[in-house]
Nanobody, 113 residues
Framework: VQLVESGGGLVQPGGSLRLSCAAS????????MSWVRQAPGKGIEWVSS????????GYPPSSKDRFTISRDNTRNVVYLQMNKLRPEDSAVYFC???????RGPGTQVTVSL
């Protein structure tokens, strides 16, 4: 299993970022995928999940109505569109198979003036 996240960076509050996760080494189109994040000194926080077909997604209250998860099963990529970013969204973001704890190296998102 290989997962490589990208798209992070520094953005001002209220801004947007689109994260990507390129997956390989498993049957991507058969797996539900998730995004999670970890801020310094804090535990892993669930951000979003999407079913294998890409037509159902779930979000916790902290990301609902601001973040959108999607996937392209022809390219083995899962995305996370993040809008209206807040300083508290600053963290390293990871993608993972929903069924596994294994994660990629992550991509840093920093929301600051």
């Amino acid at each position: 299993v290989q997962l490589v996240e990208s798209g992070g960076g520094l953005v001002q509050p209220g801004g947007s970022l689109r994260l990507s996760c390129a997956a390989s080494g498993f049957n991507f189109s058969a797996e539900a995928m998730s995004w999670v994040r970890q801020a310094p000194g804090k535990g892993i926080e669930w951000v979003s999940s999407i079913n294998p077909g890409g037509d159902r997604a779930g979000y916790p209250p902290s990301s609902k109505d601001r973040f959108t998860i999607s996937r392209d099963n022809t390219r083995n990529v899962v995305y996370l569109q993040m809008n209206k970013l807040r300083p508290e969204d600053s963290a390293v973001y990871f993608c993972k198979k929903t069924s596994s704890v294994e994660r990629g190296p992550g991509t840093q998102v920093t929301v600051s003036l």
